[in-house]
């Protein structure tokens, strides 16, 4: 391990520094006092970490919080939100002081927890634990990438402050491993080591050595003694970024720092200091004890180091002009990536993709993004180790750490990582991430997924093996609830395509959603293909549904998804020998749907059919729901649908049931008063 303790370096601080990382602890705890809500111990205690970044490394221009060659900054830590505001006030954001006293309340710009396109220069929302250390991970993967095609205009670095609890979430032991693997140099991560969590003190529970736990990653790891030294911590990130390999800087702190009798305690993490500690605080370190107070010397030094930054930006727009001037074309590219468009011919590439296959949905999305790949260079991805199950194997040349110029990310068995790296791909600007793995995984990676939601981020995620159809893998592999649970999730746009025409267009309303993920819920096993003449690449996106069998007068309604589509033709047909008109309408996106459902109107009868738990059809299907409300089976896939009642006769029952039911209804005489 190579380890270096950066306790005492020679001394550059100044009158101005120590006034500055004053300023930012006591703006920080006015903040939490005025709203009696909130963190303060975390910002008291990584205030002098966070000057020394802000101030002597971060390249960034408040005035354009959006420059693309900015540095970028993570605060994994997101409880100690007031940290990040206090800085982005002094730096002269768009975020005045009247904002730092509205902190925590209803309407502000200074939400409890840091929120992307809230708040000026946040660069991903952060809170729950490790998640900010799993996005930045992603950022500086996208800036590695750019960097290997964009050399003349991309060059910054990522920084992260990670606590105590960030690192006990799973989640930091599957993004920092692969963050070695790849050896991602420009990826610095600043760990608040105060030895406290909310029950008490870190001996408790975690006794890991963090310094080792990097070191085996294939990280370059350092400590720093004296986390109240602005010297030492420059120190440090002055090494790490000569380092070609991510760093960690393990910076002991004190929680609550100068705040007297909380200080290194945990009452100083969740909880207003009070009106006496904060002043004695104050007295303590010679600041004036009027709240939200910041000195005139800080203000001007902050404006000073903003002005430095707008300058770093202009040289940058500089050599952005001598780049489009000289590959007029790689630039033109650039910026449409950037600005999230899609190539003008992207209908063109979609209608080169061979339809009319009977294949599994997953082959038919595989086939999709192997000409989407061919034509958007900023479609990149991959799959927690499961490219050739799901259908994300495209060909493409992978990402080493040797070589950042391929479009294919081998994630490794990490589900969860996975996601919030293709978050942090996406916040960076310049791609168009997707990921996937099997349907029924999606449980390890749903809280990024959640994320993605909560910051409008337009990722794809590829979810295969969508059914209890998976047979002999048996209940552990078989999604059962996945589906409806992830429908309920604000904002995620879930498409369940039948045929390989719907999974052409379940990508186009992928491509076209740019305000929250989509989920694309594929199958293991073969369907028909059903061509319809409604079926073009934007029937998704306008009415979630198509007519796949048509009655003038039906009786029933048939509404499928996916492959049971297949079943509810079939039971049509055994239908229409009985004598009932059953009309088979393909839902691949039921919200759309049903928001639309006045285009296709309502037969009297309406039964759904999907393999999965009935709950969410009910409001949809009202008459009658064919699905499963308990987990699956080992055994063939065949047998598995059939055992539970997933076959065109089972279908075709439910609807004679249905239909009785109703009739019996109808022919009830009336009630007497």
Known sequence: ???????????????????????????????????????????????????????????????????????RFVLSAGHGSALQY???????????????????????????????????????????????????????????????????????HTYVIVGDGCLMEGISHEAASLAGHLRLGRLVVLYDDNEITIDGGTDQSCTDDALDRFASYGWHVQRVQDGTSVDAVDAAITRAKDDPRPSFIAVRTVIGHGAPGIEGT?????????????????????????????????????????????????????????????????????????????PEHIDEVLAGVEVGVKRATRQSSQAVLRALTAAMPELVGGSADLAGSTGTATGQPAVTADDFSGSVLNFGVREFGMAAILNGLS????????GSTFLVFSDYLRPALRLSALMRRP??????????????????????????????????????????????AAWRAALDYADGPTVLVLTRQAVEPHATPDVG?????????????????????????????????????????????????????RERFVARRDAFGTAPVTVSVEAGVRAGWRGVAGTGQVGIDEFGASGQGNHVLAHFGLTPGAVADEVHAALATRNDATDRPAKEE
């Not at 004890?289 to 500089?318: I, Q, Y």
């Not at 979810?463 to 592999?477: C, F, I, R």
């Not at 999604?479 to 025409?501: K, N, W």
């Open 1 to 71: 391990m190579t380890m270096t303790d950066l306790s005492a370096e020679a001394s550059r601080t100044t009158d101005v520094d120590r006034l500055a990382v004053d300023t930012i602890r006591f703006l920080a705890a006015d903040m939490v006092e005025q709203a009696q809500s909130g963190h303060p111990g975390m910002p008291m205690g990584a205030a002098p970490m966070a000057w020394a970044l802000f101030s002597r490394h971060l390249k960034h221009d408040p005035s354009d919080s959006r420059w693309p060659d900015r540095d």
């Open 86 to 156: 206090a800085l982005l006030h002094l730096f002269g954001y768009d975020l005045p002081m009247e904002e730092l006293k509205r902190f925590r309340q209803l309407g502000s710009a200074t939400p409890g927890h840091p929120e992307f396109g809230h708040t000026d220069g946040v660069e991903t929302t952060t809170g729950p634990l490790g998640q900010g250390l799993g996005t930045a991970v992603g950022m500086a993967v996208a800036e590695r990438m750019l960097a290997a095609r964009y050399p003349d205009i991309t060059d910054h």
């Open 266 to 342: 945990p009452k100083a993490h969740g909880a207003p200091l009070g009106t006496e500690v904060l002043a004695a605080a104050k007295e303590r370190a010679g600041f004036p004890a009027e709240p939200f107070t910041v000195p005139d010397e800080v203000r001007n030094r902050c404006a000073e180091l903003a002005e430095e930054g707008a300058a770093r930006h202009a040289a940058w727009s500089a050599e952005l002009a001598a780049f489009e001037a000289a590959s007029p074309q790689a630039a033109a590219t650039w910026r449409r990536a950037q600005a999230g468009e899609l």
């Open 427 to 434: 916040l960076h600007g310049g791609f168009r991430p997707y």
């Open 459 to 504: 990722v794809v995620y590829v979810l295969t093996h969508d059914s209890v159809a998976v047979g002999e893998d048996g209940p552990t592999h078989q999604p059962v609830e996945h589906v409806e649970s992830l429908r309920m999730i604000p904002g995620v746009q879930v498409l369940r395509p039948a045929d390989d025409h719907e999974t052409v």
């Open 537 to 589: 690449p934007g029937f998704v996106r306008e009415y979630g549904a198509r007519v796949v069998v048509h009655e003038d007068h039906p009786e029933v309604d048939l509404l499928a998804t996916g492959s049971e589509l297949d079943l509810a033709v079939g039971a049509a047909e055994l239908l229409r020998d009985d004598g009932v008109a059953a009309r088979v309408i393909s839902v691949p996106w």
